[in-house]
């Protein structure tokens, strides 16, 4: 079974970066996508950015698109998510995801592993 910790969360101020980590614990398999949501206070989680463990793929929220660089290291057992530009509008709970397939990507009903979640706020 896959087990994910997320780190790296963190109070920034706007126009910041912060780069969040997801590591699997029990090593990568079954793991063939890596998935980025949050959910701000309020609201429902939503998708931020994807990538295929084996092809490099990537898939971004255009919220978040040519802010955030979503990554992934085989040997290290990590995802990452490299954010930029920060504003206070990404202040959420960050939680990496797993999923066995390549689709139905900004569904987090789709995904069946979860991180516990790491706390991002961006405020002055």
């Known amino acids: 079974q896959v087990h994910l910790v997320e780190s790296g969360g963190g109070l920034v101020q706007p126009g910041d970066s912060l780069r969040l980590s997801c590591v699997a614990g029990r090593g990568t398999s079954g793991i063939y996508v890596l998935g980025w949501f949050r959910q701000a206070p309020g609201k429902e989680r939503e998708f931020v950015a994807a990538i295929d463990w084996y092809t490099d793929a990537t898939k971004y929220a255009d919220s978040v698109k040519g802010r955030f660089i979503i990554s992934r290291d085989d040997d290290a057992r990590a995802g990452y998510l490299q954010m930029s530009s920060l504003k206070p509008e990404d202040t959420a709970i960050y939680s990496c995801?797993?999923?066995?397939?390549?689709?139905?990507?900004?569904?987090?009903?789709?995904?069946?592993?979860w991180g516990q979640g790491t706390q991002v706020t961006v405020s002055l």
């Open positions: 995801a797993a999923k066995p397939f390549w689709r139905n990507l900004l569904d987090p009903n789709d995904y069946p592993y």
